[in-house]
């Protein structure tokens, strides 16, 4: 009897240790992006950006908000196909695959928080691009829309026929 309540005790315990991990996920705000839609229009963003394995594989995981005018920026080595997914995402989220010209390849719009189906970038990309659900809409960014941000224009090479 004395270990079952252990055991019960124990399984308990895990969860709550989980959830405060949870918390305490650290917030870096910092790095200003702009979007610049074919009408002109400028949108400014303050992003995260994670380029390691580690910070990738986090992403946004565990976190209950994020600011509206704030973002995540990922950033790879190569230009693949990419897929990502709603693991553990508790807010719905617009994904945005950038090439390394920081032109707008696609978009996906409203992904869905726990959602473990794979999100395509239909092409490769080197960098995307994490935002609030409904932001993508709300703003008229679009596919073919530019991308500005150091990180983007700094490390990576023009997509051939895009230079």
Same mark, same amino acid.
């Given at each position: =009897?004395?270990?079952?309540? &252990?055991?019960?005790?124990?399984? &308990?315990?895990?969860? =709550?240790?989980? *959830? ?17 839609? !074919?009408?002109?229009?400028?949108? /400014?963003? =303050? ?20 600011? *509206?005018?704030?973002? =995540? ?35 996906? /719009? ?6 473990l189906t794979p999100i395509p970038s239909n092409g490769p990309v080197?960098?995307?691009? /994490? ?18 941000? !150091? ?7 023009? /997509?051939?026929?895009?230079?």
């Amino acid at each position: =009897m004395i270990r079952f309540v &252990l055991a019960v005790l124990m399984a &308990l315990a895990i969860p =709550m240790g989980a *959830a405060r991990a949870q918390q305490e996920v650290p917030v870096n705000y910092s790095s200003p992006l702009v979007i610049t839609t !074919a009408d002109g229009a400028r949108h /400014e963003f =303050m992003v995260e950006v994670v380029q390691n394995g580690p910070a990738r594989t986090q992403g946004l995981m565990f976190r209950n908000s994020m600011p *509206a005018e704030a973002g =995540m920026l990922f950033l790879f080595p190569d230009s693949t196909e990419r897929y990502f997914w709603m693991k553990n995402t508790l807010i719905p989220l617009d994904i945005v695959f950038i090439q390394g010209n920081g032109t707008i390849h696609h978009i996906h /719009e409203g992904a869905k928080p726990l959602d473990l189906t794979p999100i395509p970038s239909n092409g490769p990309v080197p960098v995307v691009l /994490e935002l609030n659900a409904g932001t993508v809409q709300a703003l008229g960014i679009k596919a073919g829309d530019r991308v500005l941000h !150091a990180d983007v224009a700094n490390s990576l090479a023009p /997509e051939p026929g895009n230079q």
